[in-house]
C-alpha cells in the first residue's frame, strides 16, 4: 500500500487553465509533479497517478484506441467509476480524437434490472462505438449492449490487448470539437446528452479557477463526488487538473457508507477545497463523532464549496457547528449556482464571506412572485408574517456570463421579482445530442432558458427552485421545498425523508402530494404522524395535503444523488394503481365468498 500522495506544491509555474483544450491543459500539467491520487474505503491511498505518468498512459491507450480505425469524433461509453482507468480512458479519447460519455456507475434501490434499463437507454441516446466498465460492471455492460451497434464492449485490460497503431502523431480533440457528452442529472426528466466543446469547457473552468475560486500554488482538493456528474466530473477531476493541483479522491460509495471518511482525507492530506451538495453536509454532521473531532484538524479548509440543489441554510449551520472544534471556518462555505448546460458554473458567493441569508415573506413570494425581505417589511410598514422562506446568495455570475430574470411573457423583471433565470455565454452547451426540438426549446438567440426559478438582489443570483417543481393550488404557487421542510422539523423526519408534488384528480384539479421516510412500524405511530403532517400543512399552507408514508430508502435519486421529484411522483402513482387494484381483488375476493341469497 503507497503512504503518500503526489506532492501539493511544486515548481512548475501555475496556470488557471488558459489553454485552447484539454489535452494542452494535460500536456501542461504533465511537466510538473502533482497528480490524482485514489484512496480506498478504509482510507488507504492505493493509487498515485502523477500527471506525467497519466499523460504518457493516455497517449499509449490512445494509439490502441486509434487503431481500431473508428471515424473522428466517435463516441466511448465510459461506466464512470472513481478509480484511474476511467480518468486514463477519458484523456485517451481526448488525444485519439474520440468523445468520452461518462454514464453512472451505480447501482440504486431499483437493482441490477433497473441499471441495465438505465445504462441501456443512455447507450442508445449516444450510440457509441465503444464501451468500457470496470470488472464488477462489465457483465451488466454487455447486457445493456445487447443488439445494439456497439462494436467493442471490455474492460480496460480488454482494450490494453489492443495492438498500438503506428507512431504518426495523433490528432487530439480541436477546440470547436466536443470535449465530452455530458448526461444531465435527470431530476426532472430522462437525462439528456449535454454537447460541450473544447472551447466551452476550458472558458469554465478558467472563470472557475481564476475568479471563482482563486485556485492558489498551495491549494489541494479532495473529492467523493462522481464522476458522472457535472460537479465531480469538471469540478473536481478536469479543474484540478488545468490548474496542476493534486486532488485525491475516494469513491461516492464508500462516502455514502462513511461520510467521516472525506472529513479523515481533508484531515490527512491537508485539503483546502472540496465542494458538495447539502446533503453532504448534513450527512457528515449526523455521523461525526465527538472522538472524531479530537483527531481532525479542518483548519486548512478555506473553500467548501456547496451548490447542485437548492441550498439549505440548516445543512450548512449543522455542518458548522459540528465542525467548529475541528478548525472548520464557517466563511470556507462558498455558494454557487450551475449546471451541466453551461459546463458547470454560472456564478459563486466571494470568497470569505459568511454565506448570507435572504429571509422573505412567503405568501407575497407564493401569490406576487415578489421576495418581499421580511426584515425590510417589518422596518418599515411594521407588517410580519408568519411564514418565511430562507434562500442563500449564489453570488455574481463569471466573467463573460450574462444572467437575467424573466417573468412568463418574458419580460426581464427587476431586483426582488422572482422569475425563471436565462443565461448566456461561452461556457453554454451546442445543445442536446440528438434532440433539435428541444434544445430549440431551451436555447434562443444564444440565451439559455435554465428552468430554474430565481430573483437577483445587486447582481447576485438567488435560487427558489425548479420552475417543474412548482405547485400550483387554486391559482397559488407554493414551493414543494416549503412542504418538505414543515415535514422535517417533525423529530421523526431527517432532512430529505420528504418529497413533495402535485397529481391532477379526475376532476383535473391539482391535488399537493408528500411522501414520507418513516422508520415507525407501528400503525398508530404512522397514524399519528400522518395527522400531525397534514394539520401542520393546512396551518401553515392553507391547503390540503396527501401524505404517503414509505419505508427507508424508498425515496429515489437521480443519477448526482439528488432526490427526484418527478421520480417520488412516479412512484407513488404506482402505488396508488396497485393499491386500486389490490382494493379491486379484495372487493372482487369478498362478493365471491358472500352467500348468494334468493
Same mark, same amino acid.
Given at each position: 500500500?503507497?503512504?503518500?500522495?503526489?506532492?501539493?506544491?511544486?515548481?512548475?509555474?501555475?496556470?488557471?487553465?488558459?489553454?485552447?483544450?484539454?489535452?494542452?491543459?494535460?500536456?501542461?500539467?504533465?511537466?510538473?509533479?502533482?497528480?490524482?491520487?485514489?484512496?480506498?474505503?478504509?482510507?488507504?491511498?492505493?493509487?498515485?497517478?502523477?500527471?506525467?505518468?497519466?499523460?504518457?498512459?493516455?497517449?499509449?491507450?490512445?494509439?490502441?484506441?486509434?487503431?481500431?480505425?473508428?471515424?473522428?469524433?466517435?463516441?466511448?461509453?465510459?461506466?464512470?467509476?472513481?478509480?484511474?482507468?476511467?480518468?486514463?480512458?477519458?484523456?485517451?479519447?481526448?488525444?485519439?480524437?474520440?468523445?468520452?460519455?461518462?454514464?453512472?456507475?451505480?447501482?440504486?434501490?431499483?437493482?441490477?434490472?433497473?441499471?441495465?434499463?438505465?445504462?441501456?437507454?443512455?447507450?442508445?441516446?449516444?450510440?457509441?462505438?465503444?464501451?468500457?466498465?470496470?470488472?464488477?460492471?462489465?457483465?451488466?455492460?454487455?447486457?445493456?449492449?445487447?443488439?445494439?451497434?456497439?462494436?467493442?464492449?471490455?474492460?480496460?485490460?480488454?482494450?490494453?490487448?489492443?495492438?498500438?497503431?503506428?507512431?504518426?502523431?495523433?490528432?487530439?480533440?480541436?477546440?470547436?470539437?466536443?470535449?465530452?457528452?455530458?448526461?444531465?442529472?435527470?431530476?426532472?426528466?430522462?437525462?439528456?446528452?449535454?454537447?460541450?466543446?473544447?472551447?466551452?469547457?476550458?472558458?469554465?473552468?478558467?472563470?472557475?479557477?481564476?475568479?471563482?475560486?482563486?485556485?492558489?500554488?498551495?491549494?489541494?482538493?479532495?473529492?467523493?463526488?462522481?464522476?458522472?456528474?457535472?460537479?465531480?466530473?469538471?469540478?473536481?477531476? !478536469?479543474?484540478?487538473?488545468?490548474?496542476? *493541483? /493534486? %486532488? +485525491?479522491?475516494?469513491?461516492?460509495? $464508500?462516502?455514502?457508507?462513511?461520510? #467521516?471518511?472525506?472529513?479523515?482525507?481533508?484531515?490527512?492530506?491537508?485539503?483546502?477545497?472540496?465542494?458538495?451538495?447539502?446533503?453532504?453536509?448534513?450527512?457528515?454532521?449526523?455521523?461525526?463523532?465527538?472522538?472524531?473531532?479530537?483527531?481532525?484538524?479542518?483548519?486548512?479548509?478555506?473553500?467548501?464549496?456547496?451548490?447542485?440543489?437548492?441550498?439549505?441554510?440548516?445543512?450548512?449551520?449543522?455542518?458548522?457547528?459540528?465542525?467548529?472544534?475541528?478548525?472548520?471556518?464557517?466563511?470556507?462555505?462558498?455558494?454557487?449556482?450551475?449546471?451541466?448546460?453551461?459546463?458547470?458554473?454560472?456564478?459563486?458567493?466571494?470568497?470569505?464571506?459568511?454565506?448570507?441569508?435572504?429571509?422573505?415573506?412567503?405568501?407575497? !413570494?407564493?401569490?406576487?412572485?415578489?421576495? *418581499? /425581505? %421580511? +426584515?425590510?417589511?417589518?422596518?418599515? $410598514?411594521?407588517?410580519?408574517?408568519? #411564514?418565511?422562506?430562507?434562500?442563500?446568495?449564489?453570488?455574481?455570475?463569471?466573467?463573460?456570463?450574462?444572467?437575467?430574470?424573466?417573468?412568463?411573457?418574458?419580460?426581464?423583471?427587476?431586483?426582488?421579482?422572482?422569475?425563471?433565470?436565462?443565461?448566456?455565454?461561452?461556457?453554454?452547451?451546442?445543445?442536446?445530442?440528438?434532440?433539435?426540438?428541444?434544445?430549440?426549446?431551451?436555447?434562443?438567440?444564444?440565451?439559455?432558458?435554465?428552468?430554474?426559478?430565481?430573483?437577483?438582489?445587486?447582481?447576485?443570483?438567488?435560487?427558489?427552485?425548479?420552475?417543474?417543481?412548482?405547485?400550483?393550488?387554486?391559482?397559488?404557487?407554493?414551493?414543494?421545498?416549503?412542504?418538505?421542510?414543515?415535514?422535517?422539523?417533525?423529530?421523526?423526519?431527517?432532512?430529505?425523508?420528504?418529497?413533495?408534488?402535485?397529481?391532477?384528480?379526475?376532476?383535473?384539479?391539482?391535488?399537493?402530494?408528500?411522501?414520507?421516510?418513516?422508520?415507525?412500524?407501528?400503525?398508530?405511530?404512522?397514524?399519528?404522524?400522518?395527522?400531525?403532517?397534514?394539520?401542520?400543512?393546512?396551518?401553515?399552507?392553507?391547503?390540503?395535503?396527501?401524505?404517503?408514508?414509505?419505508?427507508?430508502?424508498?425515496?429515489?435519486?437521480?443519477?448526482?444523488?439528488?432526490?427526484?421529484?418527478?421520480?417520488?411522483?412516479?412512484?407513488?402513482?404506482?402505488?396508488?394503481?396497485?393499491?386500486?387494484?389490490?382494493?379491486?381483488?379484495?372487493?372482487?375476493?369478498?362478493?365471491?365468498?358472500?352467500?348468494?341469497?334468493?
Amino acid at each position: 500500500m503507497l503512504s503518500i500522495g503526489t506532492p501539493t506544491e511544486h515548481s512548475l509555474p501555475l496556470k488557471h487553465a488558459a489553454f485552447a483544450t484539454l489535452t494542452d491543459a494535460l500536456e501542461y500539467a504533465s511537466r510538473g509533479e502533482t497528480g490524482y491520487n485514489f484512496y480506498d474505503g478504509r482510507g488507504k491511498l492505493y493509487c498515485r497517478l502523477p500527471y506525467a505518468d497519466l499523460y504518457q498512459q493516455a497517449r499509449s491507450t490512445a494509439r490502441r484506441l486509434r487503431s481500431l480505425g473508428l471515424p473522428r469524433g466517435s463516441r466511448m461509453v465510459l461506466v464512470a467509476e472513481t478509480c484511474p482507468d476511467f480518468v486514463r480512458f477519458f484523456y485517451a479519447c481526448q488525444l485519439a480524437g474520440l468523445t468520452p460519455v461518462p454514464v453512472p456507475a451505480a447501482v440504486h434501490l431499483g437493482g441490477r434490472e433497473a441499471y441495465i434499463r438505465q445504462l441501456r437507454r443512455l447507450i442508445q441516446s449516444s450510440t457509441p462505438m465503444l464501451a468500457m466498465a470496470p470488472p464488477d460492471y462489465l457483465d451488466m455492460l454487455r447486457c445493456a449492449c445487447s443488439g445494439l451497434p456497439v462494436q467493442h464492449i471490455g474492460d480496460a485490460a480488454h482494450f490494453d490487448q489492443l495492438s498500438a497503431s503506428d507512431d504518426s502523431p495523433l490528432q487530439p480533440l480541436q477546440p470547436d470539437e466536443l470535449a465530452y457528452l455530458q448526461y444531465t442529472s435527470g431530476s426532472t426528466q430522462f437525462p439528456r446528452g449535454v454537447m460541450i466543446t473544447q472551447s466551452a469547457v476550458m472558458h469554465n473552468l478558467n472563470g472557475i479557477l481564476e475568479h471563482g475560486l482563486a485556485m492558489g500554488a498551495t491549494d489541494r482538493c479532495v473529492s467523493w463526488l462522481p464522476f458522472y456528474h457535472d460537479m465531480g466530473l469538471v469540478g473536481l477531476l !478536469l479543474a484540478p487538473m488545468a490548474t496542476q *493541483r /493534486s %486532488v +485525491d479522491y475516494i469513491g461516492t460509495r $464508500d462516502f455514502a457508507m462513511r461520510p #467521516r471518511l472525506w472529513l479523515n482525507i481533508m484531515s490527512q492530506t491537508g485539503g483546502t477545497v472540496s465542494f458538495s451538495p447539502p446533503f453532504g453536509y448534513e450527512l457528515c454532521a449526523r455521523r461525526v463523532r465527538e472522538s472524531d473531532l479530537e483527531r481532525l484538524d479542518l483548519s486548512a479548509w478555506r473553500v467548501a464549496g456547496v451548490g447542485a440543489e437548492t441550498i439549505r441554510p440548516s445543512s450548512l449551520h449543522n455542518f458548522a457547528t459540528a465542525l467548529q472544534p475541528a478548525g472548520f471556518n464557517p466563511n470556507a462555505f462558498l455558494a454557487c449556482y450551475g449546471m451541466a448546460e453551461v459546463s458547470l458554473a454560472i456564478s459563486f458567493a466571494p470568497l470569505g464571506r459568511e454565506v448570507i441569508i435572504d429571509t422573505v415573506d412567503a405568501d407575497h !413570494l407564493g401569490q406576487q412572485q415578489i421576495a *418581499r /425581505s %421580511v +426584515d425590510n417589511c417589518a422596518a418599515t $410598514d411594521g407588517h410580519t408574517t408568519a #411564514r418565511v422562506n430562507h434562500f442563500v446568495r449564489c453570488g455574481h455570475s463569471l466573467p463573460g456570463m450574462d444572467v437575467q430574470i424573466r417573468d412568463e411573457h418574458g419580460k426581464v423583471v427587476p431586483d426582488r421579482h422572482c422569475g425563471t433565470i436565462f443565461v448566456r455565454g461561452p461556457s453554454l452547451m451546442t445543445g442536446y445530442l440528438d434532440q433539435p426540438e428541444i434544445t430549440a426549446s431551451v436555447l434562443s438567440d444564444g440565451w439559455l432558458n435554465t428552468g430554474d426559478m430565481g430573483y437577483m438582489i445587486d447582481n447576485e443570483i438567488i435560487i427558489t427552485g425548479r420552475q417543474k417543481d412548482m405547485i400550483i393550488i387554486n391559482g397559488r404557487n407554493i414551493w414543494p421545498q416549503d412542504l418538505e421542510y414543515i415535514a422535517e422539523r417533525q423529530p421523526e423526519i431527517r432532512p430529505e425523508d420528504a418529497s413533495a408534488f402535485a397529481v391532477i384528480e379526475n376532476d383535473k384539479r391539482e391535488v399537493a402530494v408528500m411522501v414520507v421516510q418513516c422508520r415507525q412500524a407501528d400503525p398508530a405511530v404512522r397514524n399519528d404522524l400522518a395527522e400531525r403532517l397534514r394539520a401542520a400543512v393546512h396551518a401553515e399552507m392553507g391547503i390540503e395535503c396527501r401524505i404517503d408514508l414509505v419505508p427507508p430508502h424508498t425515496l429515489p435519486r437521480t443519477s448526482s444523488g439528488k432526490l427526484s421529484r418527478s421520480g417520488a411522483k412516479q412512484d407513488y402513482l404506482l402505488r396508488q394503481q396497485q393499491r386500486s387494484e389490490q382494493a379491486d381483488r379484495q372487493q372482487h375476493s369478498n362478493r365471491q365468498a358472500s352467500p348468494v341469497s334468493h
